[in-house]
C-alpha cells in the first residue's frame, strides 16, 4: 500500500503539490511507486493497468479454444507459446498494478463479478482457424498499435511492463500474419476461410481502440497525465493506415465500402464500427461475455486447492521459524 501510506488525504487539494506533479509529468520524468500522486491519478492507473491484465488473461480463452486443434505441431507450438506469452503479460501488468496499493485478489475480484471490464474484443468467438490468423494479425497489431506509444506512459511500472510486452507482441502479430499469409494463398477454401476472418474481426479490432474521442471519457485527463499518449481515434486512424497495405498484400478485402485513400489527410476514410454493438458488449451482451466471465470463474474456483496448500505450507513454515526463534 506504498501510495496510500505516504498520501495524506490534506495533500490531496494541496496545489503546489498538484503543480510539481504535473511540472515532473510535463518534464517526461517518471512516477514512481513511493513519489506522491493524486488519488485520481492513482484510481485511473489502477482502473486502466488492472483491465489492461485482465485483458491479457482473458485473452488466452480465444486462442486457448484452438491449442488441441493446431493443423500442424508446429502452429500448436508457437499458438502455446503465444498463449503462454498472454499469461505473463497479465502477471507483468498485475505486478504494476500492485505498486499502486491495489491487491492482485481484489483484482481477479472484481474481474469475476464482472465489476471490472477486460477488453470488448475478448467476448467474439474464434469459429475456425483463420481466426487464429486474424486474432495475431488484428488484435495483436491492434493491440501494438495501442501499447508502443505506452511504453513513454508517465508511471514507471507500466511504461517498464509494456516495454517488455511490446516485445512479444511483435512476434505474435507476425506469426499471425503469416498464418493469414498461408491462408490467403492456400486452397479456395482457406482463402473463403481468410476472408470471412478478415470480415468478423475487422470491425471489433477497430473497437478495441475505445470509443470515438467525442465519447471518451477519460482520454483528456489522461493525456494530459500522459497516462495516454494518444486518443482513441488517433491510434484507430493509424491502424488503419497501417493494416489495410497489409490486407492488399494478403489479397483479401477490408469489409468497408467506404474505405478510400484520403490524399489530403494522407490517411484512408474508414467507416466508423457500430457503436451500439460496442457499449452492448460492453454491457455484458455480446456473443461470448457469459462464457468467458463463467471460464475465468471455473478456473479461479479449480485453482483453490492450489491455493489452500500454499496458504498451509506457508503457515507451516512460519510456525516453524517462530517455533526455533
Ligand atoms: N473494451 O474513456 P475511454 C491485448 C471503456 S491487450 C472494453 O476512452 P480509456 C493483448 C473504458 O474502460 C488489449 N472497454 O477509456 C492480447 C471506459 O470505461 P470505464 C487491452 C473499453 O481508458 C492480444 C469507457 O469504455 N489493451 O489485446 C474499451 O481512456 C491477443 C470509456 O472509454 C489495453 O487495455 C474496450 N475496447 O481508453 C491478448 C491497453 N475501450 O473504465 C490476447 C491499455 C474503452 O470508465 C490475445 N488501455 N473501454 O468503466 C488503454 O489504452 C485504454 O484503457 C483504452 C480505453 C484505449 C482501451
Redesign the pocket.
Known amino acids: 500500500m506504498y501510495a496510500q501510506m505516504i498520501q495524506s488525504e490534506a495533500s490531496q487539494d494541496d496545489p503546489q503539490k498538484l503543480a510539481e506533479f504535473q511540472a515532473r509529468i510535463d518534464a517526461d520524468i517518471k512516477i514512481e511507486p513511493r513519489d506522491w500522486m493524486p488519488e485520481g491519478y492513482r484510481k485511473t492507473l489502477i482502473?486502466?493497468i488492472g483491465?489492461?491484465a485482465h485483458?491479457?488473461i482473458v485473452?488466452?480463452l480465444p486462442?486457448g479454444n484452438w491449442i488441441t486443434r493446431a493443423p500442424t505441431l508446429e502452429r500448436k507450438m508457437i499458438l502455446l507459446a503465444k498463449v503462454q506469452d498472454?499469461a505473463g503479460h497479465g502477471l507483468y501488468l498485475y505486478c504494476a498494478a500492485e505498486t499502486l496499493g491495489v491487491s492482485r485478489d481484489d483484482l481477479t475480484e472484481q474481474l469475476l463479478s464482472g465489476k471490472m471490464?477486460?477488453?470488448?474484443?475478448f467476448n467474439y468467438p474464434t469459429l475456425t482457424w483463420a481466426d487464429i490468423g486474424a486474432?495475431g494479425w488484428l488484435?495483436?497489431g491492434a493491440?501494438i498499435m495501442?501499447?508502443v506509444p505506452?511504453q513513454r506512459t508517465s508511471y514507471g511500472p507500466y511504461s517498464r511492463a509494456m516495454i517488455r510486452i511490446c516485445k512479444e507482441?511483435s512476434f505474435?502479430q507476425r506469426q499471425g500474419f503469416d498464418i493469414m499469409m498461408k491462408m490467403a494463398q492456400g486452397t479456395e477454401a482457406q482463402r473463403r476461410m481468410a476472408q470471412d476472418a478478415l470480415n468478423r474481426f475487422w470491425y471489433p479490432s477497430l473497437?478495441?481502440?475505445?470509443?470515438s474521442d467525442a465519447e471518451?471519457?477519460?482520454?483528456t485527463q489522461?493525456m494530459a497525465w500522459k497516462i495516454?499518449m494518444n486518443t482513441?481515434d488517433e491510434l484507430r486512424q493509424k491502424f488503419v493506415d497501417q493494416t489495410v497495405p497489409q490486407a492488399e498484400f494478403l489479397g483479401l478485402t477490408v469489409p468497408d465500402e467506404n474505405l478510400a485513400w484520403n490524399e489530403e489527410k494522407g490517411g484512408y476514410d474508414f467507416s466508423e464500427p457500430d457503436w451500439s454493438e460496442f457499449f452492448d458488449v460492453?454491457k455484458g451482451n455480446g456473443p461470448c461475455n457469459t462464457e468467458r466471465l463463467e471460464a475465468r470463474n471455473k478456473a479461479w474456483d479449480d485453482g483453490a486447492w492450489v491455493r489452500e496448500g500454499l496458504l498451509a505450507h506457508a503457515e507451516k513454515k512460519r510456525a516453524r521459524k517462530t517455533a526455533a526463534e
Open positions: 482502473r486502466q483491465q489492461h485483458s491479457e485473452g488466452q486462442e498472454e471490464k477486460y477488453s470488448s474484443i486474432v488484435v495483436d493491440a495501442n501499447q505506452l507482441e505474435h473497437m478495441m481502440f475505445g470509443p471518451s471519457v477519460h482520454s489522461n495516454k482513441n460492453l
